[in-house]
């Protein structure tokens, strides 16, 4: 499992203390082997499945403990340096899988005392900086949807960049970090409630309706049938079809259901759906590149651009669930996941994969939101006993 322990120390910068490693002593996922260190947004999105599924609560209490002290300006940190320099903040949606991960850690351990007197008061904080504004233009606007982004900047998990140029840029309103807004809203409220603040709650319920209303107004493209990416400057719609509007269905509080979400979900399955893992664009789009390879350059060109990714094999059984409960159709899509376990690195789960078939697996040998999503599904919809391949594999992979 990938993780470890990390200290975390504060230095000055600016007119601000800002934490670094070695000041708190907690624990931390490590995004990926052979390369990657802790970044925020990967370790909120794997702690469910590396920590929740499978027990470890006491690490999973640490993880959440260790970056609420990280918290700055309501933003948590896109990923701690290793030399000695200040922690990055550049991510709009880390902040708010912090929500998701403390949302489940209750529901997995009960733990009202830690949640309501450790982190309560750190949820305030940053649904306050979101409000007023923080770090690269973040804050809500009137229609209470989430705004993000600055010219070079690239804040969402779509986040290649050579030099200057942002190879996928989603300034403004990104479908998936609308859903992730919505559910932190709805999980403030439900904390507050926890804690006898009725009337707190209420008006935090009120803000989380007008975001909802004003994502179905703005964010179904009905022509295609599934959800615009990003709502842009200008309010400009752009229909690029990708993975992220998934989220607008798998989270704990969906934005769509019924007839959209099971749109959406053909729409994906027909455009983006591979035996790895969700491609990040479809074939159809002329920006498709097939393989990921080559030079820095090109691999970063390609990194969104169509190339598959296995930690979205989550949220895609999540939406099959919530909207079909189709639990065959889960086990088949474990079942023809399982053969990966035996190629790359034997028994972990790649960070990506080509686009095209084959899908040779790329990046990271090791990826801690790809092993933890397919861990993730795999038990908390008992299917442990029921995929088959996943076991022959296992075997295969002990001898």
Known sequence: MNISSRPVHCKKNNSESLPHRGDLEGATVIAGYHWFTDWGRDTMI???????????????????????????MGMLPNRFQDNGEAPEYNNV????????????????????????????PVIK??????????????????DGLLYAGEFGQQLTW??????????????????????LWYNALKIFADLLRMNEQENDADIVELSAAKTKQSFEEKFWYAEGNYLYDVIGENNYPDPTLRPNQLFAISLPYPLIEEAKAAAVLQVVEDNLYTPVGL?????????????????????????????????????YVDALMKVKSQKSKVKKIIDDFAYHLN??????????????APHHPRGCVAQAWGVA???????DY??????????????KAEV
């Not at 794997?46 to 970056?67: M, N, P, Q, V």
């Not at 403390?102 to 529901?107: A, H, N, R, S, T």
């Not at 200057?164 to 300034?171: A, D, G, H, L």
């Not at 789009?285 to 030079?295: L, R, T």
């Open 158 to 179: 779509m986040d290649a960049r050579i030099g200057t140029w942002v190879v996928t840029p989603r300034m403004g309103k990104p479908v998936e970090i609308q859903a």
């Open 93 to 120: 949606d880390g902040t708010l899988w912090y929500f998701i991960a403390i949302k489940k850690y209750l529901e997995a351990t009960g733990d009202r005392d830690f949640v309501i007197h450790e982190i309560l």
């Open 373 to 379: 999503e397919v861990l993730r599904v795999i038990k």
């Open 125 to 142: 904080e940053i649904i306050d900086w979101h409000y007023k504004g923080t770090r690269y233009n973040i804050h809500v606007e009137e």
């Open 343 to 356: 190629e790359g690195c034997i028994g972990s789960v790649s960070e990506i994969f080509d686009a095209d």
């Open 46 to 72: 794997s702690l469910s499945g590396l920590c929740l599924s499978t027990g470890r609560y006491e690490d999973a209490k640490k993880i959440l403990a260790s970056f609420a002290k990280s918290v700055s």
């Open 382 to 395: 008992n299917l442990t006993e029921d995929v088959s391949s996943i076991k022959k594999a296992r075997e």
């Open 279 to 315: 491609k990040s664009l479809p074939k159809t789009d002329s920006h498709y590149i097939p393989v990921y390879g080559g030079d820095a350059w090109h691999r970063d060109s390609a990194y969104h651009e169509g190339t598959v990714w296995s930690w979205l094999l989550g949220p």
